[in-house]
Nanobody, 126 residues
Framework: QVQLVESGGGLVQAGGSLRLSCAAS????????MGWYRQAPGKQRELVAG???????NYADSVKGRFTISGVNANNRLYLQMNSLKPEDAAVYYC????????????????????WGKGTLVTVSS
């Protein structure tokens, strides 16, 4: 079992920055990959950024160059540094953790983890 708790959400102006944190507890040494997903009203939940325990990362095209994911092997906390925020970034952001991935599959692209946090709300004003 893995427990995930997000924090760091809030209200920021467009162009501003915010850093989200995800504290993981439980079977943290079994985590293979973690990531951030977001869901805006009326929209599907989508991958924002993912990172594996090998250090590989992937990002949604819409956030490349603006967001940076880090953590996993460094400690028991996952981070998402968000810069140059846009109104379309507003959403509830969820932390996700995967213990096992299908062979050859790419986390966040081909599969995701079974463990989720409750989310943290990010609001971006124009």
């Amino acid at each position: 079992q893995v427990q995930l708790v997000e924090s760091g959400g809030g209200l920021v102006q467009a162009g501003g920055s915010l850093r989200l944190s995800c504290a993981a507890s439980g079977s943290i040494f079994s985590i293979n990959a973690m990531g951030w997903y977001r869901q805006a009203p009326g929209k599907q939940r989508e991958l924002v950024a993912g990172i594996t325990n090998g250090g590989s990362t992937n990002y949604a095209d819409s956030v490349k160059g603006r967001f940076t994911i880090s953590g996993v092997n460094a400690n028991n906390r996952l981070y998402l540094q968000m810069n140059s925020l846009k109104p379309e970034d507003a959403a509830v952001y969820y932390c996700n953790a995967a213990l096992v991935g299908p062979p050859g599959a790419r986390y966040g692209m081909d599969y995701w983890g079974k463990y989720w946090g409750k989310g943290t709300l990010v609001t971006v004003s124009s």
